[in-house]
Nanobody
């Protein structure tokens, strides 16, 4: 089994920054894609950012381009999401996800394992 544990969420004022981390353990897959989803109350879960195994491929939802940066450290089985210029509409529970293969990191249905989520709240 794969375990994904997120950290780094919290409360921040609009315009501020947060860095989310997600550590993977257990049966990790070499060559896996990783990503971050979010879900706000009453809304569907959406793919915010994804990254290929090598890190050479990245995907961002349009509304976070230029503000969020996804990165990974394969030696530590960890993926990060640096979030800058945060807006109240970024408020949501953020989930880390891992896919068995690397090539589907940009697809909503390209992920097989999920973390428990971490709350991000941006006040206006």
């Amino acid at each position: 089994q794969v375990q994904l544990v997120e950290s780094g969420g919290g409360l921040v004022q609009a315009g501020g920054s947060l860095r989310l981390s997600c550590a993977a353990s257990g049966r990790t897959f070499s060559g896996s894609g990783m990503g971050w989803f979010r879900q706000a109350p009453g809304k569907e879960r959406e793919l915010v950012a994804g990254i290929s195994w090598s890190g050479s491929g990245t995907y961002y939802k349009d509304s976070v381009k230029g503000r969020f940066t996804i990165s990974r450290d394969n030696a530590k089985n960890t993926v990060y999401l640096q979030m800058n210029s945060l807006r109240p509409e970024d408020t949501a529970v953020y989930y880390c996800a891992l896919g068995r293969t690397s090539g589907r990191y940009y697809l909503i249905n390209g992920y097989d394992y999920w973390g428990q989520g971490t709350q991000v709240t941006v006040s206006s």
